[in-house]
């Protein structure tokens, strides 16, 4: 059971948007910023999205992601083949000084 | 170019120990916080470890606590993950990162990852 919780599957069509959301606790999320990360099939996990919202430099601006209260949801538009892949939240819980992740969402470009 | 690259995974018995090491470069180790993240086959993302600048702050996730130890030697650019009393369920692949932030501050994410070195505990 994760801290942060996402859910485990997305889908849509190519050139379509996608939304995943992560939701957490006051400990997580409520007084931290979140970073996403895009695991690709077979690869180590890649930074997409770090303090909420920021990009990497090479990440297209496909990639945005924001943050409310608990709560942050990272969006991707124009969606290609190539986005298939697993995608986690996380962060830092105040509460038990550990990092804490989504369980992941697997996102399939139909 | 910025790199980290593990080793030291293999096949190890229950109750047995491993030593990960994770070399770092292309960037100054030194000014840098650490953490390993593992991920069990077929499973997500688990946190394991964090460790500071100069190794003067670590923190575990409970399921190592007391048996996993981080440590980081600048002079080596070299960071480690040394497991004892080692359990099937730590069978994973192993993942060092360099860390950004932390917990004295409001932001921590992992901005560089290796590749992986994977640990499998089996009889």
């Known amino acids: 059971q994760s801290v942060l919780t996402q859910p485990p599957s997305v889908s849509a069509a190519p050139g379509q948007k996608v939304t995943i959301s992560c939701s957490g606790s006051s400990s997580n999320i409520g007084n931290n910023y979140v970073s996403w990360y895009q695991q690709l099939p077979g690869t180590a996990p890649k930074l997409l999205i770090y303090?909420?919202?920021k990009r990497p430099s090479g990440i297209p601006d496909r990639f945005s992601a924001s943050k409310s209260g608990t709560s942050a949801t990272l969006g991707i538009t124009g969606l290609q083949t190539g986005d298939e892949a697993d995608y986690y939240c996380g962060t830092w819980d105040s509460s038990l000084s550990a990092g804490v992740f989504g369980g992941g969402t697997k996102l399939t470009v139909l | 170019e910025v790199q980290l690259v593990e080793s030291g995974g293999g096949l190890v018995q229950p109750g047995g120990s491993l030593r990960l090491s994770c070399a770092a470069s292309?960037?100054?180790?030194?000014?840098?916080?650490m953490s390993w993240v593992r991920q069990a086959p077929g499973k997500g993302l688990e946190w394991v470890s964090y460790?500071?600048?100069?190794?003067?702050?670590?923190y575990y996730a409970d399921s190592v606590k007391g048996r996993f130890t981080i440590s980081r030697d600048d002079a080596k650019n070299s960071l480690y993950l040394q497991m004892n009393s080692l359990r099937a369920e730590d069978t994973a692949v192993y993942y060092c990162a360099r860390v950004i932030g932390g917990p004295f501050y409001s932001y921590y994410y992992m901005d560089v990852w290796g590749k992986g070195t994977t640990v499998t505990v089996s009889s």
């Open positions: 303090e909420n919202n």
């Open positions: 292309g960037f100054t180790f030194s000014i840098y916080s």
């Open positions: 460790i500071s600048t100069s190794g003067s702050a670590i």
